[in-house]
Every structure is written in structure tokens, then in C-alpha cells.
């Protein structure tokens, strides 16, 4: 019986899949199944998927056209045993460390009032050695200043991610909870990015939210990956800035949570944010002049201003 569905959203994804698929099948923890969605794949996915199917009974795999990352997870949650409990969605060129769904399911079951369970990571190359010393920041209203959470802090405010910080592919959904919302992001696919945003968003309106300080889940970090792909990321931002800007509810406790986060996120959040990008920037300036630099720091202190006086809210 599957009490975990993980869902790995599929697209020429030949490099690194099989090891993808072993990081589940290494799992020290049994009742789970895995869901390999092919988005219209033209490499040799197909046949990937097709072998670990035969492979082992836990593993199914969906074909679909090319439609985004979104749609296939949106396929891959709807195809999922109906006795599931939670939801991983796991993208397809990283992997979970060996513990990673017992013990993020164990928390689950520990405490019903938390919807979603964020973990940690560590960057991982090609190869799959370890690097750096990343770590998804989560961002909190301070009594001035906004203030990072400490890693003994799990609950974690819906304010968080309204201010894009915290989220990211490292997370157990409750499927009770998850299916409250309307699904993955479908428009945000053609970016390949904040669809993660976007659920955390939805998810932490209907229920609490916790984060271990663990890292067990490994993100591979290579030339194809969307994280090197900034003006994507930025446009995306732009269409999840305009969508939860003004996103309305009918409930009156969702309805404050928006009205507080937007409150925070426009005169304290995003002000203090683009003041330190316009003093990061002024040593560059100083050193290469050019009127480029001059007007991007000139606009990041205006729009600083505006925030802090409430001024950008007229």
C-alpha cells in the first residue's frame, strides 16, 4: 500500500534520471510508489522509464505531451494511488539522501496540523560530488528589520514565501491539504520557474508549514538547469508578483495573512532588499562609471524610498 506518492516530472532527462530513480529506490522506508511523468520527452527518457517500470511494480510511468513542468506534476498527483497520504515531487536531475521520506513522513504523521514539511539541501555537481555550503533562506518581519529564521524555527509564516524566500524543490505535501488548492502553476511553465513559489504560497494558506534543518535532499546544479537561466526566473517573478499582488479569498483568515504579507512585502521586505542590491552594486560603479550602473542604482534607492514612506502603495 503507497502512503507516499513521488512524482518526478519527466523532460529529456536521459543524464541523470537513473540515478534519480535509484535515489527513491534506496529509500529506507517502504510504502511509497513512484510516478515517472514523461512530458513529451525525445530523448531516451522513454526507455528509461519503460526499464525501471519493469524493474520494480512500485514504479509507473505517464507519457503526455509537452506541456511544462506544472502540467506533469498536476498529472502525476492526479494519477496517484488514492490511499496516498503525501506527495513529493521530485525533480529529475537531483536526489533524495537514503532517510529522506521516513523521516520528513514520520514528522507528517507527528503532527497533523502541518501541511507541508521543507527540508534543507546540498548542492550537488554532475557528478554528484558534493560543493558549496547553499542554503534555502527563510525570511520572517523583525521588529525593524526583516529577519532570517533560525534552523530551530520548523514553523514557517505564509509571509515567507509571499516574499519569494524559503520555497524550492525539497518538500512533503500533505495530499489532503494539497488538493484544496488548484494544482501547480500551469502558467508559469514556459518560465520553468516559481512554479515551487507558487505552491508553498497556496499550500501555507491552508495550513501550517515546518522546515527540518536537515539536508536531505540533493540539488544537481549543471548548465541546463534553470537556476542559470536569470531572465527566465525573472519573468516568471514578474507573473507570480501579479498574481498574488492581488489575490483575492472569500476565507477572512486567508484574506489577513495577504493583507499583513503584502503590508510587509511592499514597505519593509522588498525596500530593505533593494537597498542592499543598490549598495552591493555602488563598488562596481565606482571602479567601471557608466550611466547603465547609474540609473539601475538610482532606481533601486527611489523604489527603496517609495517603500519605506509607503508612497510605492499609492
Not at 494558506?205 to 536569470?230: C, D
Request: aromatic letters at 12%; a positive charge.
Amino acid at each position: 500500500m503507497a502512503n507516499i506518492s513521488v512524482v518526478v516530472p519527466c523532460y529529456n532527462s536521459c543524464a541523470f534520471l537513473e540515478k534519480t530513480i535509484e535515489s527513491v529506490l534506496a529509500q529506507d522506508v517502504g510504502g511509497w510508489e513512484l510516478i515517472l511523468v514523461d512530458d513529451g520527452s525525445t530523448d531516451a527518457t522513454p526507455e528509461i522509464i519503460a526499464a525501471a517500470c519493469a524493474r520494480d511494480p512500485r514504479i509507473r510511468g505517464i507519457r503526455q505531451e509537452n506541456a511544462g513542468r506544472a502540467k506533469a506534476c498536476n498529472t502525476g498527483a492526479a494519477r496517484g494511488a488514492p490511499e496516498s497520504r503525501y506527495l513529493f515531487f521530485l525533480d529529475s536531475d537531483d536526489l533524495l539522501l537514503p532517510s529522506a521520506l521516513r523521516k520528513m513522513s514520520a514528522y507528517l504523521d507527528a503532527h497533523p496540523e502541518v501541511g507541508l514539511l521543507g527540508c534543507q539541501f546540498q548542492e550537488i555537481d554532475p557528478g554528484g560530488h558534493p560543493f558549496g555550503h547553499a542554503k534555502r533562506s527563510r525570511w520572517v518581519p523583525g521588529l525593524f528589520f526583516p529577519r532570517r529564521l533560525r534552523d530551530s524555527e520548523y514553523a514557517t509564516p505564509f509571509v515567507t514565501f509571499f516574499c519569494a524566500t524559503g520555497q524550492g524543490p525539497f518538500a512533503l505535501l500533505r495530499k489532503a491539504v494539497f488538493q484544496q488548492t488548484t494544482g501547480w502553476e500551469e502558467t508559469l511553465s514556459r518560465y520553468s520557474a516559481q512554479e515551487d513559489t507558487d505552491m508553498f504560497c497556496q499550500m501555507a494558506l491552508r495550513a501550517a508549514v515546518h522546515y527540518l534543518p536537515e539536508r536531505l535532499y540533493l540539488k544537481r546544479v549543471h548548465g541546463a538547469s534553470i537556476t542559470h537561466q536569470f531572465s527566465r526566473i525573472q519573468e516568471a517573478y514578474t507573473l507570480f508578483r501579479q498574481k498574488w499582488d492581488h489575490y483575492q479569498t472569500d476565507d477572512p483568515r486567508q484574506q489577513a495573512l495577504l493583507t499583513a504579507a503584502r503590508r510587509h512585502y511592499a514597505t519593509r521586505h522588498k525596500p530593505f532588499r533593494d537597498l542592499k542590491v543598490a549598495l552591493q552594486t555602488l563598488p562596481s560603479f565606482l571602479r567601471a562609471p557608466s550611466k547603465a550602473r547609474w540609473d539601475w542604482m538610482a532606481a533601486l534607492y527611489r523604489e527603496a524610498w517609495q517603500g519605506f514612506t509607503g508612497k510605492a502603495r499609492e
